[in-house]
Nanobody
Framework: QVQLVESGGGLVQPGGSLRLSCTAS????????MGWYRQAPGKERDLVAG???????NYADSVKGRFTISRDNAKNTVYLHMNSLKPEDTAVYYC?????????????????WGQGTLVTVSS
């Protein structure tokens, strides 16, 4: 069984910064793509940033230049550094990973989601 545990959310003023962390644990051979998604009230869950196992990154246009995604493969951890936060960044942020684990006795890929962490940007 594999799980993702997020931390680092909270209340921050506009213009402030936060760092989210997400660590994978369980029966893991390796982790392919990792990413952060967010869901605001009444809206769909959208990709914020993604990172491959080799370190290639991609970002939503709305966060380019403000957010940075990184990962520590030795720790099975992905980070999201958020700067210049805006009220419209308020949402529940979810970690996502494609994990190579044991499925039915054989190695297989499994998509795993974290439980979500709330980020509120408000004065």
């Amino acid at each position: 069984q594999v799980q993702l545990v997020e931390s680092g959310g909270g209340l921050v003023q506009p213009g402030g910064s936060l760092r989210l962390s997400c660590t994978a644990s369980g029966s893991i051979f390796s982790i392919n793509d990792m990413g952060w998604y967010r869901q605001a009230p009444g809206k769909e869950r959208d990709l914020v940033a993604g990172i491959t196992s080799g370190g290639d990154t991609n970002y939503a246009d709305s966060v380019k230049g403000r957010f940075t995604i990184s990962r520590d493969n030795a720790k099975n951890t992905v980070y999201l550094h958020m700067n210049s936060l805006k009220p419209e960044d308020t949402a529940v942020y979810y970690c996502n990973a494609e994990v190579v684990t044991v499925l039915g006795g054989y190695p297989g890929n499994l998509e795993v989601w974290g439980q979500g962490t709330l980020v509120t940007v408000s004065s």
